[in-house]
Every structure is written in C-alpha cells, then in structure tokens.
Nanobody
Framework: QLQASGGGLVEAGGSLSLSCAAS????????MGWYRQAPGKQRELVAT???????TYADSVRGRFTISVYNNWRRSYLQMNSLKPEDTAVYYC??????????????WGQGTLVTVSS
C-alpha cells in the first residue's frame, strides 16, 4: 500500500514537496516513482528511482524536480521547484513491489492534487 501526501495550491515559480510512504507485506521495492495526470490527458511518467540509483525524469521536469528514496526503500519524495501552471495535475506515487509471497506487483498511491496558479 502506498500513501501519498503533500499536494496543494502554489503560485507559479513556487515549490512543493510530495511524499510517498509504502507499507504492508512488502519483501522488497526495486523502483519508486511519480506519475501525473492532468485533466483530459493520459497519465505520464514524472520521475523514477531504481536500485541503480540513477534517477530518470521527464524532459518537462528535468532540472526542476528531484526524486529521492529513503527508509530502506519505503519512502520517496518528489521535490518540485520552479513550478509552472502546466505542472497542475494529480500526482501518483508508484512502486515496483515484490510482496512477501514473492509476487511482483505495480503499487499505486491514491493521488495527490497539485495546482499551480499563474
């Protein structure tokens, strides 16, 4: 289970930090990431962080957003700086999860709304 938090309303140019906490019968997590879905658009990848510790970013956020993973791969953060109105979306945290049953599943948080005003 993933629980996301930290969304809200911010003016353009401002910053927000999102947090995602993983809990439950987890054996391991190999990738944590963030996706977003703007109104009327498909869900898109924002950033991921894998065991190679080499983060990947969407071109639209590279240089402004930073993903990090802590607590033995049970928490991820997305620091968002220089926010733009086009960053407005519902943000979802994601984890490539191996359960205690050794089943691999895609885990998703409930989504947190980020609104950037112009």
């Amino acid at each position: 289970q993933l629980q996301a938090s930290g969304g809200g309303l911010v003016e353009a140019g401002g910053s927000l930090s999102l947090s995602c906490a993983a809990s439950g019968s987890i054996y391991s997590i190999d990738v944590m990431g963030w996706y977003r879905q703007a109104p009327g658009k498909q869900r898109e990848l924002v950033a991921t962080f894998g065991r190679d510790r080499n983060p990947t970013y969407a071109d639209s956020v590279r240089g402004r957003f930073t993903i990090s993973v802590y607590n033995n791969w049970r928490r991820s953060y997305l620091q968002m700086n220089s926010l733009k109105p086009e960053d407005t979306a519902v943000y979802y945290c994601y984890a490539d999860t191996v359960l205690m049953s050794f089943t691999r599943v895609d885990s998703w948080g409930q989504g947190t709304l980020v609104t950037v005003s112009s």
